[in-house]
C-alpha cells in the first residue's frame, strides 16, 4: 500500500504535470498557425447569444403522408382497374374517404386497398399502419395510432438531425440542440446576438423538387387544369406558372450544393450534384424534354425555370436566377443539409448578453474561491501537515480537471461551474476519511508506518464504495438529461476520476515521500 516504484512515481507526477500544461490554454486566447489549441467552451448564460423554440408543425406532417397515402390508393386503384371514384382527403380526421362511382366494384376497392395495407405495413414492421374500414360514405382509410405516433416521433428526431446540419454549416461554435416535449426542438447558440439569418434557415423546409412545366395551361386562369398546379416565381412577386403536379426528380436525390459564380456573366449560382438515381433520372427527363422548360421547385415557389438545351447525362447541374453571394450561400447550406419533414414555427425566442455571462462568471469564480480558501484554512488546520498535503493533491485535482475538460472541449454552463465547486467538496470528503482514519490508528497506540498503511488502507474501500455510487448516478444522469444538466453531470463524472487519482494516488505519494525522507517519531495529524 505505500511502496511506490519508480516507473509508478514517474507516472503519477507525469500526469500532474501534464493536467497543470493542458489546462494553460484556457488562460490565453488561440494562436494563430494551425497549434492544438484545445479549451473549455462557454455555454449560452456564460458566453451570452440566442435561445430559440420551435416547433414542429405536425399537421403538415400528417398531410404530407396522407397525400402520399392517397397516391398510392390511386395506383392501386388503378391496377385493380376501379373507376371511376372520388377520393377525398380528410386530414381532421386522419383519414382518407374513397367511394367507387359503380357500387359493383366495391369488393375490388377494398381488396386493393387492403393490398395497398399489406405494403405500407411493411415499412414499420409488425404494427399496423392503416385501418380500412366501412362507412356509410365510402370505404375509410386512416393512419392508426400508433402510426401517428412514430410519424411524429420520426419527424421531431429527423428535424433535430437536420436542424444540427444547417447550423454546423453557418460555423456557429457549440450550438446546443435538444428535443422538449413532444413536438418542440430547444436551440441554443452561444456567442450569436442576431440569430435571423439562422432564423431563416432553419424556417425553411427546404424541399426541392424538378418538375415540367405545363405550356398549354394559362397561368391567369382562375383554376388550374387537372395535374396541374399554379405555382408562384419566387423572383417575380405576383407571376405565377403552371406547372404539373409529379414530381420527375427529387431534391432528396442531391449529393452536394456549393454556391459559385457563372465565369461567363459574373452572377451568383448554386452548383449541384445527384446521386447515381438521381442522375439516372434527371437524364431521362432532361433528354425526353429538350427544347421544353423545367421548373425548380423550393417549398411550393418556382426559383427558376429554365429550358431544356440539351441532355444532362453528368448528374450535376445549376440554378440560377437573382442570387447575391448570401442567398447564393443559404440555398447551398439548406439544400446540402436536406429538407425538414415539416415546417419548423419560432415558439419563443430570446436573447442573453454577454453582461449577464460575465455576471455569472464573476459570481461563480468568487463562489469558487471563497470556498477554495475555507477548505484549504480547514485541512491546514485541523490536519496539519497532512491537510496541507492533502490541499496540495486538490490544487493538482483542480488542473486535470479542467485539463480533461478542455480535451474533450465542453461546454461550461452554470450547472458545470456547481459540479466544479461540488467536486471540491467531494474531493476534501476523500482526504478528510484517509486522516481521520489515521488519526484513528495513531490513538489506537500504532507506530507512524503501520497507522499510515492501516488508515490507508481502511479509507480506501470506504472512498472506491461512496465514489462509484455517485459516478453511476451521474451516469444516467448524463444517459436521461439534457442540455445544462449533461453537462452537470460530466463535470461530476470527470471530477470523480481525477478525485479519485489524486485522494488515492499523489497525496499518498506525497505522505510516503515525506515519511522516507524524516522518518518522524509520531505523525502530525
Known sequence: MLYFSRLKTTLIVGACILGVLLSIPNLFAEPSGGLPWRTIRLGLDLRGGSYLLMEVDMGAVIKERLNGLADG??????????RPYSLVIQPDDHRLLIKPTDPAQHDAAVAALKELQTIEQQGIGARPDLEIQDTPGGIAVALSQTALVERATQAVQQSIEIVRRRIDETGVVDPIITRQGQDRIVVQLPGINDPNRIKQLLGKTAHMTFKLVDESANPT???????????????????????????????ANLTD???????????????????????RRFADVTRANVGHPFAIVLDNKVISAPVIREPITGGRGQISGNFTAASATDLAVLLRAGALPAPL??????????????????????????????VILFMGLFYGLFGWIANLALVFNLFMLLAILSLLQATLTLPGMAGILLTLGMAVDSNILINERIREEVKNGRTPLNAMETGFRRAYATIIDSNMTAFLAHVMLFIFGSGPVRGFAVTITVGIATTLFTATMLARLMMVRWYAATRPAALPV
Open 345 to 374: 414555427t419560432v415558439v419563443e425566442e430570446r436573447s442573453v448578453g454577454p453582461e449577464l455571462g460575465a455576471d455569472a462568471i464573476r459570481a461563480g469564480a468568487i463562489s469558487l474561491g471563497v470556498g477554495f480558501v475555507f
Open 221 to 251: 386562369a382562375p383554376m388550374p387544369p387537372p395535374g396541374v398546379e399554379f405555382l408562384p416565381m419566387s423572383d417575380k412577386p405576383g407571376q405565377k406558372i403552371a406547372v404539373r403536379k409529379r414530381v420527375e426528380v427529387d431534391g
Open 257 to 279: 450544393a456549393r454556391a459559385g459564380q457563372n465565369p461567363q456573366t459574373g452572377e451568383w449560382v448554386v452548383n449541384f450534384a445527384f446521386d447515381s438515381v438521381g442522375a
Open 73 to 82: 390508393a390511386r395506383r392501386a386503384l388503378e391496377r385493380a382497374r376501379v
